[in-house]
């Protein structure tokens, strides 16, 4: 079975930083690729960023670019997001997807799989 599990989510001061992790089973993170989405309150959701398992090729959202890093521990099945100088506007669910797709964008209907969210707040 398929599953990806996200952590690390939480309260944060603006200016600080999480990571989150997305742990995947049923399959290998080097083999998909691996997505990253938010979702704030009466917002649309989000592509923050993604990361390539044939080629380790990353993207990331103008809206996080040098603040965010993605990467991927593939002897854990797990992808991380590093999340720097986190702001109040970064406040959102966040969610981890896996596709067959290239890194080139992070378009939702490239993924089939989703994790179940995790919950992180910038306070101001």
């Known amino acids: 079975e398929v599953q990806l599990v996200e952590s690390g989510g939480g309260l944060v001061q603006a200016g600080g930083s999480l990571r989150l992790s997305c742990a995947a089973s049923?399959?290998?993170?080097?083999?998909?690729?691996i997505g990253w989405f938010r979702q704030a309150p009466g917002k649309e959701r989000e592509g923050v960023s993604c990361i390539g398992g044939s080629d380790g090729r990353t993207y990331y959202a103008d809206s996080v670019k040098g603040r965010f890093t993605i990467s991927s521990d593939n002897a854990k099945n797990t992808v991380y997001l590093q999340m720097n100088s986190l702001k109040p506007e970064d406040t959102a669910v966040y969610y981890c997807a896996s596709g067959l797709g290239l890194c080139t964008g992070v378009r939702g209907y490239e993924y089939v799989y989703w994790g179940q969210g995790t919950q992180v707040t910038v306070s101001s």
């Open positions: 049923g399959f290998t993170v080097d083999d998909y690729t």
